[in-house]
């Protein structure tokens, strides 16, 4: 049979409230438990794979940007001093 | 026949869990792919199911599932599958390493109503709560309640080892794949899981290793001079690795327990600086992680024995690789290893945790090199007799071929558009 998946509002109030450590237990080996896991993990294709890709996204970007300040402390710091010192 | 494998990697486990057979396969008849979460190669018949960005949500996947007591229920990666292109031309699919946080268990039950299917159970991981091997503990034969081993990997912050059991109990219910197996150890275990013993399609098809090994593990001199070791030592090959199931720290016990009775190397391969307590009394040689050409080669011919304490192994390719090279294997008793060895008459297998009679059994074949010598001519017989790569292709061949010609009911639905 293939997934079928309840609202995601409920699911989330419901991932929320029951699946944290040390909070009231909820049985994912139940038939209920089954179809919340399932609906579980569409919102993480659905709602955290962006996401994940928009963090990745910024990460390489503020890599890009770094690389600038990086190469001008190597002018400063190791190639200035060197070509003042030749003169 | 087209079948699609799938797996976490690639190149990594490239010998047992299907990118070696894209190639050996080929000549059969039998078209294969390979799709796997981390793509290392550049092969052209391997799909890549992460894209960039999907590294950073697994790695926040697993840290959930564990602050949750979860395991291998969150991951969407089984979803990808099933919209891909080789997944929908594929005849049959086989599975391979799929715990590592490779598809949802829930979404696995779903792919094998989709496609015919074919798991290979490389350890006991599906038959147990959280963990990949009980390791001594029964709990697994009675729904892992309590289970009093959460830090094993996958370690688990409460114990909810119980429901993860009987969530796979559910699963199996209703299971329509056939399950590979390759040791009559992990046959035993599945016959004896209350998740898995009603199941009727069950196979055992030990894993091959190619005859090419078989004749360079004459060249122990060259061998052991590229690696610097003397001709004359007595050379001893561990595995060493921080997975207590390796048994790493049972052999370092063994050979740190009394002098050696001859000069001695360790030859380890794997994992770096786990020997060090050795340094004083021994040669040692740490290889690294060694594969391919450089183990058959140079390291297997270079050993006179392997001493692999594992206390749990579902087969045991190392072994299998060093009796086609003609050398000696030492063992614990209760894991697949004795069985695989032939233990006694090939294999030396000592009780589980008795590190003193290992360290016998090491000084046994170190004063007794004829019996040494003819343990590794019995273990390369048992190679060429049991573990050849045609006799394993064959029986792979075998097995597509009948689960392809096995009537089906018909499924409804395709992989992205449910009814």
Same mark, same amino acid.
């Given at each position: 049979v293939p997934?079928?998946?309840? !609202?995601?509002?409920? =699911?989330?109030?419901?991932?929320?409230?029951?699946?944290?450590?040390?909070?009231? !237990?909820? !049985?994912?080996?139940?038939p209920e438990g089954e179809?919340?896991?399932?609906?579980?993990v569409q919102l993480v294709l659905e709602v955290a794979r962006p996401l994940a890709r928009r963090v990745a996204l910024y990460e390489r970007? =503020?890599?890009? =940007?770094?690389?600038?300040?990086?190469?001008?402390?190597?002018?400063i710091n190791r190639v200035l001093p060197h070509l003042v010192r030749r003169r | 026949v087209k079948v699609l494998h799938v797996s976490d990697t690639d190149l990594a486990s490239r010998r047992f869990a299907g990118f070696d057979l894209i190639h050996d396969l080929a /000549?059969?008849?039998?078209? /294969?792919?390979?799709?796997v979460l981390q793509k290392k190669s550049k092969s052209r018949d391997v799909t890549g199911l992460l894209a960039p960005g999907d590294g950073i949500l697994q790695r926040l996947l697993a840290d959930t599932e564990r602050a949750h007591s979860l395991n291998n229920l969150l991951v969407p990666w089984g979803r990808l599958l099933a919209d891909t292109k080789e997944f929908a031309e594929a005849d049959l699919v086989h599975y391979h390493l799929i715990h590592n946080q490779v598809i949802s268990l829930y979404d696995l039950k779903w792919l094998f109503g989709l496609k015919r299917s074919v798991w290979t159970f490389h350890d006991p991981w599906p038959l147990t709560g959280h963990c990949i091997h009980p390791m001594g503990c029964d709990g697994w034969t009675k729904g892992c309640a309590p289970c009093p081993f959460l830090d094993r990997r996958f370690p688990i912050a409460e114990d909810r080892a119980d429901r993860l059991w009987r969530g796979k109990q559910r699963i199996f219910r209703g299971l329509d794949a056939d399950i590979v197996v390759a040791s009559p150890w992990m046959l035993d275990m599945v016959r004896s899981s209350p998740l898995t013993s009603h199941l009727q399609r069950v196979h055992l098809v030990p894993f091959g290793i190619k005859a090419r090994h078989n004749e360079a593990s004459d060249h122990k001199a060259t061998s052991r001079r590229r690696l610097r070791i003397p001709i004359d030592d007595y050379v001893i090959l561990i595995r060493a690795s921080t997975w207590d199931a390796k048994g790493t720290r049972h052999a370092m016990d063994a050979l740190a327990a009394r002098p050696a009775i001859r000069p001695t190397t360790v030859l380890v391969i794997d994992e770096r600086g786990l020997t060090r307590q050795l340094y004083g009394e021994y040669r040692v040689r740490e290889l690294g992680w060694v594969d391919g050409d450089q183990l058959y080669d140079t390291v297997l011919p270079a050993s006179d024995v392997l001493l692999m304490p594992s206390l749990a192994e579902s087969f045991g390719l190392l072994a299998v690789e060093t009796m086609a090279a003609g050398r000696a294997v030492i063992c614990y008793e209760g894991t697949a290893l004795p069985a695989i060895t032939h233990a006694p008459d090939c294999g030396l297998a000592v009780p589980m945790g008795d590190t003193l009679a290992l360290r016998a059994a090491i000084d046994h074949l170190a004063t007794n090199r004829d019996e040494a010598d003819r343990r590794g001519r019995a273990g390369r017989a048992i190679v060429e007799r049991e573990y050849a790569h045609e006799q394993y292709l064959d029986r792979l061949e075998t097995l597509y071929n009948a689960v392809v010609a096995r009537e089906r009911?018909?499924?409804g639905g395709t992989a992205s558009s449910p009814p």
């Amino acid at each position: 049979v293939p997934p079928t998946f309840p !609202d995601a509002k409920e =699911l989330l109030t419901r991932a929320q409230s029951s699946s944290t450590v040390g909070s009231p !237990d909820f !049985d994912f080996s139940t038939p209920e438990g089954e179809v919340a896991m399932r609906a579980a993990v569409q919102l993480v294709l659905e709602v955290a794979r962006p996401l994940a890709r928009r963090v990745a996204l910024y990460e390489r970007s =503020l890599g890009l =940007l770094v690389i600038p300040v990086l190469i001008r402390r190597v002018i400063i710091n190791r190639v200035l001093p060197h070509l003042v010192r030749r003169r | 026949v087209k079948v699609l494998h799938v797996s976490d990697t690639d190149l990594a486990s490239r010998r047992f869990a299907g990118f070696d057979l894209i190639h050996d396969l080929a /000549s059969r008849g039998i078209d /294969s792919r390979q799709a796997v979460l981390q793509k290392k190669s550049k092969s052209r018949d391997v799909t890549g199911l992460l894209a960039p960005g999907d590294g950073i949500l697994q790695r926040l996947l697993a840290d959930t599932e564990r602050a949750h007591s979860l395991n291998n229920l969150l991951v969407p990666w089984g979803r990808l599958l099933a919209d891909t292109k080789e997944f929908a031309e594929a005849d049959l699919v086989h599975y391979h390493l799929i715990h590592n946080q490779v598809i949802s268990l829930y979404d696995l039950k779903w792919l094998f109503g989709l496609k015919r299917s074919v798991w290979t159970f490389h350890d006991p991981w599906p038959l147990t709560g959280h963990c990949i091997h009980p390791m001594g503990c029964d709990g697994w034969t009675k729904g892992c309640a309590p289970c009093p081993f959460l830090d094993r990997r996958f370690p688990i912050a409460e114990d909810r080892a119980d429901r993860l059991w009987r969530g796979k109990q559910r699963i199996f219910r209703g299971l329509d794949a056939d399950i590979v197996v390759a040791s009559p150890w992990m046959l035993d275990m599945v016959r004896s899981s209350p998740l898995t013993s009603h199941l009727q399609r069950v196979h055992l098809v030990p894993f091959g290793i190619k005859a090419r090994h078989n004749e360079a593990s004459d060249h122990k001199a060259t061998s052991r001079r590229r690696l610097r070791i003397p001709i004359d030592d007595y050379v001893i090959l561990i595995r060493a690795s921080t997975w207590d199931a390796k048994g790493t720290r049972h052999a370092m016990d063994a050979l740190a327990a009394r002098p050696a009775i001859r000069p001695t190397t360790v030859l380890v391969i794997d994992e770096r600086g786990l020997t060090r307590q050795l340094y004083g009394e021994y040669r040692v040689r740490e290889l690294g992680w060694v594969d391919g050409d450089q183990l058959y080669d140079t390291v297997l011919p270079a050993s006179d024995v392997l001493l692999m304490p594992s206390l749990a192994e579902s087969f045991g390719l190392l072994a299998v690789e060093t009796m086609a090279a003609g050398r000696a294997v030492i063992c614990y008793e209760g894991t697949a290893l004795p069985a695989i060895t032939h233990a006694p008459d090939c294999g030396l297998a000592v009780p589980m945790g008795d590190t003193l009679a290992l360290r016998a059994a090491i000084d046994h074949l170190a004063t007794n090199r004829d019996e040494a010598d003819r343990r590794g001519r019995a273990g390369r017989a048992i190679v060429e007799r049991e573990y050849a790569h045609e006799q394993y292709l064959d029986r792979l061949e075998t097995l597509y071929n009948a689960v392809v010609a096995r009537e089906r009911p018909a499924i409804g639905g395709t992989a992205s558009s449910p009814p």
